[in-house]
């Protein structure tokens, strides 16, 4: 699981650990029959096996491909008969495509022969060798509609194929999300292009392909012929749960049908062989095309759209909808939605809490009344005043001196939130998930993925105040550092403020333990907790893939195992509930931990087991605090009778005295007294005097009224701009001579962006003219996740005036129309855009 392209996933790479993962699951192993397979076909055509699809999950290291121009392809015997019809640019994709039915591959290397079309066997190795073809076609190709071509002709000659590669059927009595009724392929579906997403809810590559294809669902609907389908096939055993599955759709905002394949019945049967994996279907069952690992966004969209144009054109899309029932639509309000970590402010006790699943953060009294609330309740990349700023599913909080530092988690980003000029900016991150595993830029040009908590800490016992902020990266599986002023790191030269780089972890996804931090291979670290004080001296890390909490040394970035995993760095599959000392303890999928200065004791929010659990570092004894191990909501008259559901966050509050626990999937926070041994819960409620929400895009929008047909257009220069970057528009319109602004009618703006809403996700879409003479400034900030290139932002404005001794009153109206060019090359600052206009 690691966002590194097309090689990242959950899988087989060089016959050890790719960067995703060792990580074929224990279903598929070396040796098995699907690696096999796979291997076998990419023989047969002369090209290196694929380095994700390696048989073996142990073999000796492999070299990896040379560059695509220097591949040697076997092309066809010269006097191998091929059928009329148009030829590709690639020998080798003409060569694999155009055979007539019953021809074979020459030999491989080992002697292995590929079968024919006719003999075609049901799982995804019978799609390699065409569809590895048409990839290599593809990096030849220099224009879109070359590509275009490629992969229409691709589903031709798959089209044609004398037997279809056919997927086999849901089987019966699986549970299903989010539809009516369980859905078949072969009734259902049939007429549609059909998306396989075989995921698992924990891994951060699974989460990480979500936003393609929430953006794809945005721009192909049911009637025009898509339907994604999520097959959950379960790495842990907490996962196989279906309430939990259900939490993962919600907190996720999964709207596609998802089947609980808990025994990965149809994973097998396919031999998939990493999380994630998407397969797509033409409308008949028939497999087209697959894509492993994330970072395909361009491939998932050129396979998409032209299967549904080459379908259509052929008269087999058809348009009936799917019975969709969506979970979310059914819940209850409530104070709190998956919250995922939780920090207290131990100079006034006031507790941070990230309300992951509303989007925002909130500043809480300890007797539990909000005093800011900022963001939410919907996803957004805005900084701002409190009341415009917008966050997307945040994790870890660390506050200090009325600063909070916030891992804004799906905007890949760190946010900065100044309580007393009541501002929120940003100090690290792009807004696009980062694939760099080295870092070194200043913070706000620094990409990162998906930083999951933070901590403070100091860079040396010299140092007399907090200079770092410690992020667990759980997107490239590392621990980073952002130097909130100079200082140095263990190793590294002096650094300057604003420095965001990497600490430890070579970014592979290990359980790897090593005395030279960027040897050492974290899965997912996804909690932080310091003791800075002697003899620890170091970072606890929970490290959730590996199922095991680790140290880093703040002396010299040594990472050490505590407790949980065994010792294969490759064996990211040695997780249990097992109380014990350390590498004899098991957890499952950890996600927090804090330190309990008082005691010298660790506790770690043992997700996937519902418990909490106390680590003694000297002896590394691990033992169950509380949670009976049950998935539930109740508060007993112990610790050990108490439950809990997927705890994510902790920290230590009054001295010592409580632990709060952020209960994620109970959507509350408990607290458990340490000195009476009880459990309560803590109260969340809202003042009058409350700073308020964000903007709610969910309640009844605005009506844009409509301009009159007097009304001048203005069609502006055309504006470049990258995602995350803001643009400003400065209003400047005169009004008659002699007249004003008519009292009690609300002059106001409107955006709208026809044929592309995605751009205004998030913004504030309207607002009122209060004076001429103080006239607004519209902002704008280009989404991270843009869906087209180009895009006409229209703004409408609406000024209702009368003459100064208001005998005659009247509207009049004018748009604005500003073309955007979405560039990924970063722009310098962008001036305001003035509007003018003298009426």
């Known amino acids: 699981m690691t966002p590194t392209g097309s090689t990242s996933c959950l899988g087989i790479r060089d016959g050890k650990a790719s960067g995703g993962g060792p990580h074929s699951p224990p279903f598929l192993r070396a040796g098995s029959e699907g690696a096999a397979n796979t291997a076998r076909s990419a023989k047969a055509i002369g090209a290196p096996t694929p380095p994700l699809l390696r048989a073996g999950a142990h073999l000796p290291p492999s070299p990896p491909p040379p560059p695509c121009e220097e591949l040697q392809l076997r092309p066809l015997p010269p006097d191998t008969p091929r059928p009329p019809g148009p030829r590709v640019r690639s020998c080798t994709f003409t060569a694999l495509l155009d055979r007539p039915a019953g021809w074979a591959a020459a030999p491989g290397p080992s002697g292995e022969n590929m079968a024919a079309p006719g003999a075609r066997s049901c799982n995804l190795s019978g799609l390699l060798p065409a569809q590895t073809s048409l990839e290599y076609a593809l990096l030849d190709a220099v224009t879109q509609e070359e590509k275009d071509g490629l992969v229409y002709q691709y589903l031709q000659k798959v089209d044609g194929w004398e037997q279809d590669l ?25 007429g549609k292009v059909v998306i396989l997403d075989f995921f698992t809810y924990c891994c951060i590559n699974c989460i990480h392909l979500l936003p393609d294809l929430h953006a794809l669902e945005h721009t192909y609907s049911d009637k025009d012929g898509l339907l994604i389908v999520g097959v959950h096939s379960a790495k842990f ?14 907190r996720y905002n999964i709207t596609h049908p998802v089947v609980n394949d808990a025994d990965a019945s149809l994973w097998q049967e396919l031999e998939v062989s990493c999380w994630p994996t998407l397969i797509i279907l033409g409308p008949r069952g028939n497999m087209l095309f697959s894509l492993i690992g994330e970072g395909h966004k361009e491939k998932l969209f050129l396979y998409t759209s032209i299967a549904l144009k080459y379908y259509k054109d052929r008269g087999q899309i058809r348009a009936n909808k799917i019975g969709i029932k969506l979970y979310k639509d059914s819940l209850p309000p409530s104070p709190l939605l998956f919250p995922g970590k939780i920090t207290v402010d131990h100079v006034s006790n006031r507790l941070v809490i990230a309300d992951t699943g509303h989007h925002r953060i909130l500043v809480v009294w ?18 701002g005043i409190f009341s415009e700023s917008s966050f997307n599913s945040p994790q870890g909080v660390a506050i200090m001196n009325n600063i909070i530092y916030v891992a804004d988690t799906e905007n890949h980003l760190i946010r900065k939130i100044d309580l007393e000029a009541e501002m929120v900016s940003t100090v690290a991150g792009i807004g696009i998930q980062g694939t760099d595993k080295e870092g070194g830029a200043k913070g706000d040009e620094q990409p990162i993925s998906s930083p999951w908590d933070v901590v403070f800490g100091r860079s ?3 140092v007399q105040r907090d200079n770092i902020l410690w992020i667990a990266m759980a997107g490239t599986h590392q621990i980073w550092a952002l130097l909130l002023d100079c200082g140095r790191l263990p190793k590294k030269n002096e650094l300057k403020k604003g420095t965001c ?34 003899p620890w001296s170091c970072l606890f890390v929970a490290d959730s893939e590996s199922s095991t909490v680790r140290t880093v040394s703040l002396k010299d970035g040594a990472v050490k195992h505590l ?32 330190w309990d200065q008082k005691r010298n004791l660790l506790y770690v929010a043992d997700s996937y087991n519902h418990k909490i659990k106390v680590v003694d570092p000297k002896t590394k004894n691990c033992t169950t605090l509380a949670g009976t191990g049950n998935a539930s909501n109740m508060i007993g008259s112990s610790f050990t009778d108490s439950t809990f559901n997927e705890p994510g966050g902790l920290c230590i509050g009054e001295n010592g005295q409580l632990l709060y626990v952020a209960d994620t999937n109970n959507h509350q926070i408990k607290v458990l007294d340490l000195e009476t041994k009880t459990v309560s819960v803590f109260p969340v409620f809202r003042s009058e005097n409350a700073v308020v929400d964000g903007p709610c895009l969910a309640g009844k929008p605005k009506t844009l009224p409509k301009l009159p047909k007097s009304a001048p257009g203005i069609r502006l ?40 809403e995605w751009l205004l996700q998030g913004q504030i879409p309207s607002g009122e003219i209060e004076s001429i003479s103080n006239q607004p400034t519209i902002s704008l900030q280009i989404p991270g996740d843009c869906l087209s290139l180009e895009a006409i932002l229209s703004i409408s404005v609406f000024l209702y005036y009368c003459s100064s001794d208001s005998s005659a009153c009247m509207m009049k109206g004018i748009l604005f129309s500003q073309p955007l060019q979405i560039t990924d090359t970063q722009q310098d600052c962008i001036p305001p855009v003035e509007l003018k206009y003298i009426f």
Request: overall charge negative; aromatic content about 8%; some cysteine.
């Open 460 to 462: 040396g016992p010299e």
């Open 563 to 594: 407790v949980g995993g065994e010792r294969d760095p490759m064996n990211l599959f040695a997780f249990g509930d097992v109380d014990g000392v350390g590498i004899n303890a098991r957890l499952q999928h950890p996600l927090g931990v804090t």
């Open 501 to 534: 780089l990497r600490f430890a972890g070579s970014g592979n996804e290990e359980n790897r333990n090593n005395a030279y931090p960027h040897k050492a291979g974290f899965a997912q670290p996804s909690g932080l907790s310091l003791a800075s004080e002697g």
């Open 717 to 756: 220069s055309p504006v470049a701009a990258s995602p995350g970057q803001t643009l400003q528009f400065k209003l400047r319109l005169d009004l008659p001579s002699g007249t004003k602004l008519t009292e009690g009618a609300s002059s106001c703006w409107f955006l709208s962006a026809e044929g592309n």
């Open 237 to 250: 055993p907490n996962e196989k749960v279906l309430d939990n599955i259900r939490s993962a759709v919600l």
């Open 366 to 383: 300890k007797n539990g009344q909000i005093q800011y609330s900022i963001g939410g309740p919907n996803p957004g990349r805005k900084d």
């Open 166 to 190: 056919l997927v086999p059927e849901f089987p019966e009595g699986l549970e299903w999300l989010n539809t009516e009724e369980p859905i078949s392929v072969y009734k259902d579906l049939c």
